[in-house]
């Protein structure tokens, strides 16, 4: 049975970081797209960064929403089947619940990540004061 758990949320001021982290178990991350997704209040929840899996033409690539380029880095450590979100330089608007998700694939067009067969985790709350 395919399960994710994230950790790592938390509270902090504007300027600041968190890494997040969700740990895999029933399949092996290498394999499949693993995603981060967020949602705040109010608002769709948002594709912010995705590793793709390690076979076929784009194995290992990464991709990510124009609002994170350059601060959130997305790793995944295979030996613990786990993958990270760091978050840098993090802003009130990043608050959020954050989401991990393992897909089949997870194309992205006119700058929207859809997923293929995907797992949820539970969420981890991500909260950035001013």
């Known amino acids: 049975q395919v399960q994710l758990v994230e950790s790592g949320g938390g509270s902090v001021q504007a300027g600041g970081s968190l890494r997040l982290s969700c740990a895999a178990s029933?399949?092996?991350?290498?394999?499949?797209?693993m995603a981060w997704f967020r949602q705040a209040p109010g608002k769709e929840r948002e594709g912010v960064a995705s590793?793709?899996?390690?076979?076929?033409?784009?194995?290992?690539?990464?991709y990510y929403a124009d609002s994170v380029k350059d601060r959130f880095t997305i790793s995944r450590d295979n030996a613990k089947n786990t993958v990270y979100l760091q978050m840098n330089s993090l802003q009130p608007e990043d608050t959020a619940m954050y989401y991990c998700?393992?897909?089949?694939?997870?194309?992205?067009?006119?700058?929207?990540?859809?997923?293929?067969?995907?797992?949820w985790g539970q969420g981890t709350q991500v909260t950035v004061s001013a």
């Open positions: 998700a393992a897909a089949l694939g997870c194309p992205v067009r006119g700058g929207v990540m859809t997923l293929l067969a995907s797992s």
């Open positions: 590793i793709y899996g390690v076979y076929g033409s784009v194995g290992g690539g990464t």
């Open positions: 029933g399949y092996n991350v290498t394999t499949k797209c």
